[in-house]
């Protein structure tokens, strides 16, 4: 090997292990949220929950987001959740914490209140 082509070996071990360095962890939080999100979207819960007179409605996102109208206010509380096994859990914005549970695919049972599956 001469010396000139040695010159070009250093360069191409440091582009070798660039390529091979994993992702920063920004990249890979985002490409876990992609797949929780893809996740979510194929969930059985995903979807728009309301009570029977209608007056109380929630929407669960395939994002793992929640907004919820009461009466003519629409967005009223808007937060995140997370579903384990028929259990839901739910943190609004503000720091008010909730929670309910799934009594059948299309009854959630929240906060004294039963939503159905629209």
């Known amino acids: 090997m001469t010396v000139r082509s040695k ?41 728009m929950w309301s009570t029977d007179d209608g007056r109380v409605r929630h929407e669960l996102l395939p994002d793992g987001r929640y907004d919820e109208a009461r ?14 096994g028929t259990h839901i859990e739910y943190w609004d914005d503000t720091g008010f914490t909730a929670d309910g549970d799934f009594v059948d695919e299309n009854t959630l049972h929240h906060g004294g209140m039963i939503l159905r599956r629209q």
């Open 7 to 47: 010159r070009h070996v250093l360069p191409c071990l440091i582009l070798a292990m660039l390529s091979a360095t994993p992702a920063p962890a920004s990249e890979s939080v985002t490409n876990s949220n992609i797949l929780k999100e893809r996740e979510m979207t194929q969930h059985p819960y995903v979807g």
């Open 71 to 84: 009466g003519s206010r629409q967005s009223a509380y808007q937060g995140r959740y997370e579903v384990t």
